[in-house]
């Protein structure tokens, strides 16, 4: 018996899927340090359910980037076993630090593994094209750039996530997010037919 598409019942099969390409303006967040200093007196007012005569935050806050979340180990005078670290909310506009979800005691398990980022403040716009810039004009793309987020969805409507891109008119270039923030186009490194370094 003949062995084809037809017979193995994959001739209404389409096998070459075509997506509908879509980009959504991506807001940048990177660690940055401040001007803006912590207000305590905030924190004290919204920390007054822990006791004691004062609450406040002792050194920078830390910042969980699994989570998203921030700590601030937190020092309280006249108070019995409140000492410790503790999840806060902070104000990205004015730097004020709240105690959050109304927490009594610190985190029972201390401050989390993950939570390693030390910041004066919190996360911020920070989507420096710098370097990306300079890499484009290096080969000869010209032209307004910023960060978008890409999106492809098949026929079936199932939405794939792209990840981040530098869009350029109507150009788009791989590029990854940094720690600071700051934006860096994808390259790769080969050496061509006639032995020069090249960067693509």
Request: proline share 1%; aromatic share 6%; glycine share 12%.
């Given at each position: 018996?003949?062995?084809?598409?037809?017979?193995?019942?994959?001739?209404?099969?389409?096998?070459?899927?075509?997506?509908?390409?879509?980009?959504?303006?991506?807001?940048?967040?990177?660690?940055?340090?401040?001007?803006?200093?912590?207000?305590?007196?905030?924190?004290?007012?919204?920390?007054?359910?822990?006791?004691?005569?004062?609450?406040?935050?002792?050194?920078?806050?830390?910042?969980?980037?699994?989570?998203?979340?921030?700590?601030?180990?937190?020092?309280v005078t006249g108070g019995t076993g409140k000492d410790g670290y503790y999840e806060v909310s902070v104000d990205?506009?004015?730097?004020?630090?709240?105690?959050?979800?109304?927490?009594?005691?610190?985190?029972?398990?201390?401050?989390?593994?993950?939570?390693?980022?030390?910041?004066?403040?919190?996360?911020?716009?920070?989507?420096?094209?710098?370097?990306?810039?300079?890499?484009?004009?290096?080969?000869?793309?010209?032209?307004?750039?910023?960060?978008?987020?890409?999106?492809?969805?098949?026929?079936?409507?199932?939405?794939?996530?792209?990840?981040?891109?530098?869009?350029?008119?109507?150009?788009?270039?791989?590029?990854?997010?940094?720690?600071?923030?700051?934006?860096?186009?994808?390259?790769?490194?080969?050496?061509?037919?006639?032995?020069?370094?090249?960067?693509?």
């Amino acid at each position: 018996k003949q062995i084809n598409s037809q017979t193995l019942g994959l001739d209404t099969l389409n096998v070459q899927q075509k997506y509908k390409v879509s980009d959504t303006a991506a807001t940048v967040t990177g660690y940055a340090d401040t001007t803006i200093a912590l207000d305590n007196s905030t924190f004290k007012a919204s920390a007054t359910g822990l006791g004691g005569t004062d609450q406040k935050i002792d050194g920078d806050l830390k910042f969980d980037d699994t989570t998203g979340k921030y700590y601030a180990k937190v020092t309280v005078t006249g108070g019995t076993g409140k000492d410790g670290y503790y999840e806060v909310s902070v104000d990205k506009t004015n730097g004020e630090v709240t105690l959050a979800g109304g927490a009594t005691s610190p985190l029972t398990g201390g401050l989390p593994a993950t939570a390693t980022e030390d910041v004066k403040n919190v996360q911020v716009a920070n989507a420096d094209l710098t370097e990306a810039k300079a890499a484009l004009t290096a080969a000869g793309v010209t032209g307004t750039a910023s960060v978008v987020k890409m999106s492809y969805t098949d026929n079936n409507g199932k939405t794939i996530d792209g990840g981040l891109a530098v869009k350029v008119g109507d150009d788009y270039y791989s590029a990854t997010q940094n720690k600071d923030g700051s934006i860096s186009i994808n390259t790769t490194k080969y050496t061509a037919d006639d032995g020069t370094s090249k960067t693509a």
